[in-house]
C-alpha cells in the first residue's frame, strides 16, 4: 500500500515549456488535490477533485489545468511554465470531502528558469 | 473559512509536553479545527480534529475552549522526531478545502 505517489520528485523547465506532473493513490479515495508551496508559505490549493469526473478550482488556479483520469490518478499540467511557477508542488487524497484527513504526497520541486 | 493565528515559532524539551496555540475568533458553528504538521519538506501529516469537544489519539490531544475561539494542541511527550512545522486550519466539515498559513515551528530541544 504505497499510499500517494508522485512522478517525477524533481524537475527543471525553462520559461515556456510544458510538462504534467503525475499522482497516484491507492486508498480507493474519492477526492484529490494539488497544492503548491513556495519557500517559508504554508500550502496553497490549485485545483480540486471531489469525486471522478469532478474538477474545482481552488486558491491559485492561474496557470494550470487538470485532469481525473480515473478515481486513482489526478495530473496537474503547466502549459507554459513560468518563473513564478517555481515551487513545490503536493498532490494530496482523502476518503471524501466530509471529513478533511487528507493524505499527502511526497511532493514534486519543480524549479522553471 | 475562518483564519487562524499561531506563534511562528517554539521549543520545547524532548520528553515534556508541547503545547501549540492557536487563535481562531471568527470560527462559525459548523467549521471544525484540524491540525496538520510538516516534517522537513515532507508532504504534511494529518494530526487531529474536533468540532468542540476535546480530542484525543495516539499523536496528541486537542482542546478547544467553550467559545470555540481558541485550542491547543497537546503532544504529551515530545521528541526529537516531533520537530516540524505545525498547521492549525479552520474549514467547513464538506469543503474539502484545507487553507494552511504559515504555521508554528516547533523545534524539540535535547
Known amino acids: 500500500n504505497a499510499g500517494v505517489t508522485q512522478t517525477p520528485k524533481f524537475q527543471v523547465l525553462k520559461t515556456g515549456q510544458s510538462m504534467t506532473l503525475q499522482c497516484a493513490q491507492d486508498?480507493?479515495?474519492?477526492?484529490m488535490y494539488w497544492y503548491r508551496q513556495d519557500p517559508g508559505m504554508g500550502l496553497r490549493l490549485i485545483y480540486y477533485s471531489a469525486s471522478e469526473g469532478t474538477t474545482d478550482k481552488g486558491e491559485v488556479p492561474n496557470g494550470y489545468n487538470v485532469s481525473r483520469l480515473n478515481k486513482r490518478e489526478f495530473s496537474l499540467r503547466l502549459e507554459s511554465a513560468a518563473p513564478s511557477q517555481t515551487s513545490v508542488y503536493f498532490c494530496?487524497?482523502?476518503?471524501?470531502?466530509?471529513?478533511?484527513?487528507?493524505?499527502f504526497g511526497p511532493g514534486t520541486r519543480l524549479t522553471v528558469l | 473559512d475562518a483564519k487562524t493565528t499561531q506563534p511562528p515559532s517554539m521549543d520545547c524539551a524532548e520528553g515534556r509536553a508541547a503545547n501549540l496555540p492557536c487563535n481562531h475568533s471568527?470560527?462559525?458553528?459548523?467549521?471544525?479545527v484540524y491540525w496538520y504538521r510538516q516534517i522537513h519538506s515532507q508532504g504534511p501529516q494529518y494530526i487531529i480534529h474536533?468540532?468542540?469537544n476535546n480530542e484525543t489519539n495516539e499523536m496528541a490531544s486537542l482542546i478547544i475552549t467553550e467559545d470555540r475561539k481558541s485550542s491547543t494542541l497537546i503532544l504529551p511527550h515530545a521528541t526529537l522526531r516531533d520537530t516540524a512545522v505545525y498547521y492549525c486550519i479552520v474549514s467547513g466539515v464538506d469543503t474539502g478545502k484545507l487553507i494552511f498559513g504559515q504555521g508554528t515551528t516547533l523545534q524539540v530541544k535535547p
Open positions: 486508498m480507493n479515495h474519492n477526492s
Open positions: 494530496a487524497s482523502s476518503r471524501d470531502r466530509v471529513g478533511n484527513e487528507q493524505f
Open positions: 471568527t470560527i462559525s458553528g459548523n467549521e471544525y
Open positions: 474536533g468540532l468542540k
